[in-house]
């Protein structure tokens, strides 16, 4: 079956480095996904990166993927307040597009 | 360009009705999904139409349905109607089944 597992909340200063990790268990996932959630809106596509590569960096984020391990991480450098949000892992769990996601992990960023 | 739009925004039923979600996707993608969000919890897979047809289904009743149009936007119905139904609805749209989806604001369905 499908699972994709994050830790539920992360707490960081302003300034600071936040990673946000993430397990899945479909080893034939093509693609795993980063969204962020704010506040009563929808979902916005981070950044995403393909199976066959090990990381992914796009401004201040870097997206690690350990593919034995099935463990994805996502770094945020420098956070800001404006970071603060729920941030979801999903995997492409078939080839026509169905996203399975996390739980979400809260990130909640203090001056 | 618009993002995915959905309407309505907020939706107030009472247990037994019936209700009609809409989508209109990305100007040139053909592809729409639904996903059902649960307070606390991450997005869950409805649908997915791609040029018209249903290409796959999630783990929900046959409560649910959709459809897509020719010009693309969807519909998606959700009959007789649970308290359990009460979630946020998001759309997502994608040029093709392929590539990255971009999700809509979502419906927000309160179920009395």
């Known amino acids: 079956g499908e699972d994709v597992e994050q830790s539920l909340f992360l707490s960081v200063r302003e300034g600071d480095s936040s990673v946000i990790n993430c397990t899945y268990t479909d080893s034939s996932s093509t693609y795993l996904y980063w969204y962020k959630q704010e506040p009563g809106a929808g979902l916005q596509l981070l950044t995403y990166?393909?199976?066959?590569?090990d990381m992914k960096q796009d401004q201040r984020l870097t997206v690690l993927l350990n593919k034995k391990d099935k463990h994805l991480s996502l770094r945020i450098a420098d956070t800001q307040t404006g970071d603060s949000a729920i941030y979801f892992c999903a995997e492409k769990a078939d080839s026509w597009g169905k996203l399975q996601f996390g739980a979400g992990t809260q990130v909640v960023v203090t001056p | 360009d618009a993002g995915v739009t959905q309407s309505p925004t907020h939706l107030i039923k009472t247990r037994g009705q019936h209700v009609t979600l809409r989508c209109s996707p990305i100007?040139?993608?053909?592809?729409v999904s639904w996903y059902q969000q649960v307070l606390g919890q991450g997005p869950q897979f409805i649908f997915q139409?791609?040029?018209?047809?249903?290409?796959g289904r999630g783990n929900f009743p046959d409560r649910f349905s959709a459809r897509q149009f020719p010009n693309y936007s969807s519909e998606l119905n959700v009959n007789a109607l649970l308290l359990g139904d009460s979630a946020l609805y998001l759309c997502?749209?994608?040029?093709?089944?392929?590539?990255?989806?971009?999700f809509g604001p979502g419906t927000r369905l309160t179920v009395l």
């Open positions: 100007s040139g993608h053909k592809s």
């Open positions: 139409y791609y040029e018209k047809e249903e290409r």
């Open positions: 997502a749209s994608t040029l093709d089944s392929y590539n990255e989806q971009f």
């Open positions: 990166i393909f199976s066959n590569m």
